[in-house]
Structure formats: structure tokens, C-alpha cells
């Protein structure tokens, strides 16, 4: 999210390289350029100003331990600063009532609809909540039959009234609806708006009184840059919102209108959403931002995927030698569950930098695959039994040179090996063997 500011800011940071110590000349001048990289972000100036005026005030009033270069220090400090800016830590969405009613809002095509599926997703799949979704957007025929599909999707019920105009008695009726469908979270979808219509934000702002809801969310699309920033004000002057979420970030990488919205309107950045599947929704953590890697992510990601009895089976199938390439199938599947590799990887610190230039696209699994497919059942069973001739055939059929074949039986011996000399953490070697096979062959 913040990559293009992250760049920025190291090369600021490159100042104070070869500086013994932190001095008021050689800050200003790194700061000069901290402020440039924030305003390029698209940071609001003023914000800008009065982050640099702190982390200004910071640098100057700290000791610089003898361990630690300047630069180190000056990086320090302006991550802590940001982290601080945007809340310090991550906020929680509120569940209160039978039904919990969410209300969800913000301009035309900013992407209230899918993340009103990602969001309901999100609380059925790791929340355990019951949901249903409201169709309040009256004004766009095709955002109700959006919202109708995308709820089948994530298997959440769906309410909508059609030919009815009044969006407060839909909203109230969809309440009732939830109530007695055993329903304990209710997401209502409303209409995108601008900020300078009155019409339009009276009407949100009567849905809001007769929803009470126990969570308003301020959608914002990532790309819209600085206006972004003056929509949000006039929403939470009339709503008071409880928090905001960053949509379409695979658009953009500035980040800086997350900042901005922040230190304008003083409410959270409680989620970020790039894409439009259902799963791609997160919850925004402060104290990770700028290329500190998101380990806690890549953790919970896996621990979605992580299936308790699989994994008894694996180890029942590594005690009888009877581990095939039908489980290292399976195995890849699950990884593939975790989303794109190239942001997998970009979640371990240190990593993402590396490899951003790197082509790691989703089929980097492949060609792994399709020789495996063509195997045989009793070949994928028993591996041992694959002598030159099959593999030939098999290397034909997947269209992939002999040696690489070969290196894929080699390798795959050599994991099963490791798997049954650590019968209970197979799961993780297999991972990260499949992962360093896959990478070779690319």
C-alpha cells in the first residue's frame, strides 16, 4: 500500500548517510525531502507540514545510541511517528444490537458494494457472525442485482424490496427481516453520494438516525487522491463516522490519502481492499506500515487455510511411507488459497523490496502441476515405480524438458525424506519446499 512512499523516504534517509550525528542542518534537509516524498504521496500539505515539524522536534531532542547510524535513527523515528499518525494500533469494527447493523457509505464508485460482500464474508468466515445484506441503493437498479450475486457468493442472506424508493424503510424493514431470519449482523449497502448534494446526504443522515447503527464506515476510493480528504470531512461532519476504508489499493501504491484522511477527521482506517474478490479485504494495521513486512498477516492467512484433520492424515500417511504427489497437490492448493505469492512474500520484512521487481505471477505453480497431471493415478500413488521410460511419457505429456522432470522426482523425494524425519511440522517443510521448487523452475 505504501511502496511508492516507502522508496521516497529511504532516499531521504540516504542524508544522513556517512553522518556521525544527528544535527539540526543535516535534519532539515532530510526532512525537506521527507516532506517532498509525503506530498508526492499525495499527502495533504498541511499534514505534511506537521508531521515533519514533529518528526523535526523528535530527532533533535533524541541521543543517537553509538550502535545505531543516524539514518537508522531518523527511519526509526518516522515510522513510529507514522504508526502514531494513523492510530498506533489496529482499530476494531463494533458489534452492538440483535441485529449488529453496519452502515456503509461514500461517494458513487468508490466500491460500497463489493466491500459490503467482502466485509460480510470476513465476519461469517472469521467471526462466526450470521449476516445478511441490505440493498439500500435505490437510485442503481444493477447495484441490487450486484449485491444479490456477490451475497450468494459469500452465503450470506440477501434483502432488497424492489420498486420500493424510500431506502429508510427498506433499511428498517431489512432490520425486521434480520431479526427473524436468526440473522446477528445486518450490512446495509446505501447509494454513493457527493459530499455538496443536500438532498442525497440528508437522506444517509436519516438513515443513520433510524438504523442507530453500531458501526458507520466511510468508504473511500484509494486513487481519488486529495479530494479524498475533503469528501471525508463533509461525510463526518454530517454522519460522524466511526471509520474508513481504503478501496481499490492494487490501483494505487501513494497511500497518502489514508494519511491524510486520518489527521483531517481524527477516525480510523479500519480496512483496506484491493481487487474484487470476496477475500481480498484486510484489516488495516498502523504499526506495520512502510516495508515493515506484515508477518501477523501471512500467519493468519495460513491459519485460514490450515485444516487440523488434513494434517493428521499427512502425518498417518508419512508414518506408513505412503505420502503421493496427490497430497503434494493438495498442498499447493492450500497455498494457492493464501492469495498472490509475490504479496505473500512481500509480507515477510526485508522481502517485499527484493523482489518487487521480480515476475511472481499466480501460475508460478504451473508447470509443477501439469507434470504431476500427467501422471498416472497409480504413478502419483506409489512415485517409486516411475522408471525412464514413464518418464519420458510424462515429460512429454506436459510438454516440459526431461531434466526439469527429473529435478521435480529428485526434489520431491528429497522433501518426503524431511517431512518424515519431522512428522509434525510436514506441513510447514512441504510448504516451503514446494515454494523453492516452484521458484527453480521459473
Do not use: W
Request: hydrophobic residues 40%; positive net charge; glycine residues 8%.
Amino acid at each position: 500500500m505504501f511502496e511508492n512512499l516507502t522508496d521516497k523516504l529511504e532516499r531521504s534517509f540516504k542524508i544522513l548517510k556517512g553522518e556521525g550525528r544527528i544535527t539540526e542542518i543535516n535534519v532539515a534537509e532530510s526532512l525537506k525531502e521527507i516532506r517532498r516524498a509525503l506530498i508526492d504521496a499525495d499527502v495533504n500539505y498541511k499534514v505534511a507540514k506537521t508531521f515533519t515539524d514533529e518528526v523535526k522536534a523528535k530527532a533533535l531532542g533524541s541521543d543517537v545510541l553509538k550502535s545505531v547510524k543516524p539514518g537508522q535513527m531518523m527511519t526509526k523515528i518516522v515510522r513510529d511517528e507514522l504508526a502514531r499518525l494513523m492510530g498506533g494500533t489496529s482499530a476494531d469494527i463494533k458489534m452492538e444490537g440483535n441485529p449488529s447493523v453496519i452502515l456503509i457509505s461514500g461517494l458513487q464508485g468508490s466500491g460500497k458494494t463489493t466491500f459490503t460482500a467482502k466485509l460480510a464474508n470476513m465476519l461469517r468466515h472469521k467471526r462466526g457472525r450470521s449476516v445478511m445484506v441490505a440493498a439500500c441503493d435505490v437510485y442503481r437498479p444493477a447495484a441490487i442485482e450486484q449485491l444479490r450475486v456477490l451475497a450468494s457468493q459469500v452465503g450470506v442472506e440477501f434483502y432488497a424490496e424492489e420498486g420500493v424508493s424510500d431506502p429508510v424503510k427498506i433499511a428498517g424493514n431489512a432490520a425486521v427481516a434480520a431479526r427473524n431470519a436468526g440473522c446477528n449482523t445486518l450490512i446495509v449497502d446505501t447509494a454513493g453520494r457527493l459530499a455538496v448534494d443536500e438532498e442525497m446526504m440528508n437522506e444517509i443522515a436519516a438513515l443513520k438516525k433510524a438504523l442507530s447503527p453500531s458501526e458507520t464506515l466511510f468508504v473511500v476510493d484509494a486513487m481519488t487522491g486529495q479530494d479524498a480528504v475533503n469528501t471525508a470531512k463533509e461525510f463526518n461532519d454530517r454522519l460522524d463516522f466511526d471509520g474508513v476504508v481504503l478501496t481499490k489499493l492494487d490501483g494505487d501504491t501513494r497511500g497518502g490519502a489514508a494519511i491524510s484522511i486520518r489527521a483531517v477527521v481524527d477516525k480510523p482506517l479500519k480496512f483496506i481492499s484491493s481487487g474484487e474478490k470476496v477475500d481480498t479485504l484486510e484489516v488495516f494495521h498502523p504499526e506495520r506500515i512502510l516495508g515493515m513486512g506484515d508477518i501477523v498477516t501471512l500467519v493468519e492467512r495460513a491459519q485460514e487455510q490450515f485444516d487440523a484433520e488434513e494434517a493428521k492424515r499427512l502425518e498417518r500417511k508419512l508414518r506408513k511411507d505412503e505420502f503421493g504427489f496427490d497430497d503434494f497437490l493438495a498442498q499447493i492448493a492450500q497455498i494457492k488459497k493464501m492469495g498472490n505469492f509475490k504479496d505473500l512474500a512481500g509480507m515477510i520484512p526485508g522481502v517485499g523490496k527484493a523482489i518487487k521487481d521480480l515476475d511472481l505471477d499466480d501460475d508460478m505453480f504451473k508447470y509443477t502441476e501439469a507434470m504431476i497431471y500427467s501422471m498416472t493415478p497409480e504413478e502419483r500413488a506409489n512415485p517409486s515405480i516411475i522408471d525412464a521410460s514413464r518418464r519420458k511419457r510424462i515429460a512429454a505429456g506436459s510438454g516440459r524438458p526431461l531434466p526439469e522432470l527429473n529435478r521435480l522426482l529428485k526434489q520431491f523425494e528429497q522433501t518426503r525424506k524431511m517431512m518424515k524425519m519431522v512428522s509434525g511440522g510436514g506441513a510447514k517443510n512441504l510448504i516451503r519446499g514446494g515454494l523453492h521448487n516452484a521458484m527453480r523452475r521459473r
